[in-house]
T-cell receptor, first 111, second 119 residues
């Protein structure tokens, strides 16, 4: 099975709402964890990353903390904007782990 | 920095034909990745180059697929005897790998992709 699991979308929110997109991974070692974002009509781009346990990645108001004990890397944002509407991909890589992506979670933010 | 470019952006072909895609990475990047993405799925790793050396190839990759990076710059991905199941978006990414690890934590920069439709 897939070694990166994301919550299914679409996630539909009103502007300024709190966002959480769950991501869990499987690994026996210590991979690095990533969130990529794909805006409509554009290619994937890195949103944030964390390279070791308890690290917090952050960018553009988004945050995610590498939780080794729960093998999770949930994406959060305190107040979403319409411009955050996109597809978000959680990914695992580093060391002997080939880059592995989740299925993506579509976020739709309404004004 | 002009970004990663891919050519063509779209390709429609008949089953059984061969197709070749090209990827031009960011000029100073030594690492190059190919992925396949189907609707509703995340990118699936196909293969990886460090400079001109192909270091890893997915076990899921059919022998009909081959990739090259002859001078450590651009790369080509060829699919022989295409099948309808090959229809997908083919993505290329590049990175500047600094670490000694096989797959480093370097940021990958993705191209816009080549959408393949096999009729």
């Amino acid at each position: 099975g897939n070694s990166v699991t994301q919550m299914e979308g679409p996630v539909t929110l009103s502007e300024e709402a709190f966002l959480t997109i769950n991501c869990t991974y499987t690994a026996t070692g210590y991979p690095s964890l990533f969130w990529y974002v794909q805006y409509p009509g554009e290619g994937l781009q890195l949103l944030l990353k964390a390279t070791k346990a308890d690290d917090k990645g952050s960018n553009k108001g988004f945050e995610a903390t590498y939780r080794k004990e729960t093998t999770s890397f949930h994406l959060e944002k305190g107040s979403v904007q319409v411009s955050d509407s996109a597809v978000y991909f959680c990914a695992r890589s580093g060391g002997s782990y080939i880059p592995t992506f989740g299925r993506g979670t579509s976020l739709i933010v309404h004004p | 920095d002009t970004g990663v470019s891919q050519d063509p952006r779209h390709k429609i072909t008949k089953r059984g034909q061969n197709v070749t895609f090209r990827c031009d990475p960011i000029s100073e990047h030594n690492r190059l990745y190919w992925y396949r993405q189907t609707l509703g799925q995340g990118p699936e790793f196909l293969t990886y180059f460090q400079n001109e050396a192909q270091l890893e190839k997915s076990r899921l990759l059919s022998d009909r697929f081959s990739a090259e990076r002859p001078k450590g710059s651009f790369s080509t991905l060829e699919i022989q005897r295409t099948e309808q199941g090959d229809s997908a978006m083919y993505l290329c990414a590049s990175s500047l790998g600094r670490g000694a690890n096989f797959f480093d934590t370097d940021t990958q920069y993705f191209g816009p992709g080549t959408r393949l439709t096999v009729l």
